[in-house]
């Protein structure tokens, strides 16, 4: 199995990629390991807790974790906005940073 990742261009040393969310269910092992051979390294999900369920991607922090990904999730309501704006200029932060020093 191949991971659909979509690279975008960026200035400087780091990569930063887009993608459909993962296979879930029986799928999620392989689309983490296809994600690791595609050379990720942080993965974060914009997923809400009941996208994940509905998903089958309740595991998918813990599977990324074993497989050496480091994973964060940021949830993010359909045609919403966080209410809290905090925790979204915190991940820009710190995309920034991963992307100056991989």
């Known amino acids: 199995m191949r991971t659909e990742i979509y690279w975008i261009e960026t200035i400087g040393p780091g990569r930063l990629a887009v993608m459909p ?5 029986d799928g999620l092992e392989d689309e983490i390991r296809s994600l690791k051979r595609e050379g990720v390294d942080i993965l974060v999900s914009l997923l809400t807790p009941e996208e994940e369920s509905y998903l ?16 964060h999730s940021h949830p ?14 915190s991940l820009r932060a710190g995309t920034e940073r991963w992307l100056d020093h991989p």
Do not use: N
Request: one cysteine or more; aromatic letters at 8%.
């Open 21 to 25: 969310r993962p296979c879930g269910g």
């Open 56 to 71: 089958g991607l309740v595991q998918e922090g813990e599977t990324a974790r074993r497989h050496g990904l480091t994973f």
């Open 76 to 89: 993010v309501w359909d045609r919403g906005i966080p209410e809290d704006p905090a925790p979204t200029w």
